[in-house]
Nanobody, 116 residues
Framework: QVQLVESGGGLVQPGGSLRLSCTAS????????MGWYRQAPGKQRERVAS?????TYEYSVKGRFTISLDNAKNTMYLQMNRLEPEDTAVYYC????????????WGQGTQVTVSS
């Protein structure tokens, strides 16, 4: 399995910005679909954005969040702008093999709190 390490969470005021990072244990981006998920208290985990052959965003974050990859650093980013209290959650990065099956890998999660 791939090891994923996240960083970048924290407390931010509404309207502010944060950038999350997820560093993989090797050069996997050509063979894995990468994604960011989040889970708020009392809610199911939901996919926020993914990047592979295409880029997708959950409806509520379109135009505010941007997912990207830095292949040289084996790192995926989630730039989050115009944050809202509803974005408060634990954010997880995910790596899903594109071919050959195999289990997904998950990061440990990073807390994002949007509050005044």
């Amino acid at each position: 399995q791939v090891q994923l390490v996240e960083s970048g969470g924290g407390l931010v005021q509404p309207g502010g910005s944060l950038r999350l990072s997820c560093t993989a244990s090797g050069s996997i981006f050509s063979t894995y679909t990468m994604g960011w998920y989040r889970q708020a208290p009392g809610k199911q985990r939901e996919r926020v954005a993914s990047i592979g052959s295409t880029i997708t965003y959950e409806y509520s974050v379109k135009g505010r969040f941007t997912i990207s990859l830095d292949n040289a650093k084996n790192t995926m980013y989630l730039q989050m702008n115009r944050l809202e209290p509803e974005d408060t959650a634990v954010y997880y990065c995910n790596a899903s093999p594109r071919i050959g099956g195999g289990a997904d890998s998950w990061g440990q999660g990073t807390q994002v709190t949007v509050s005044s």
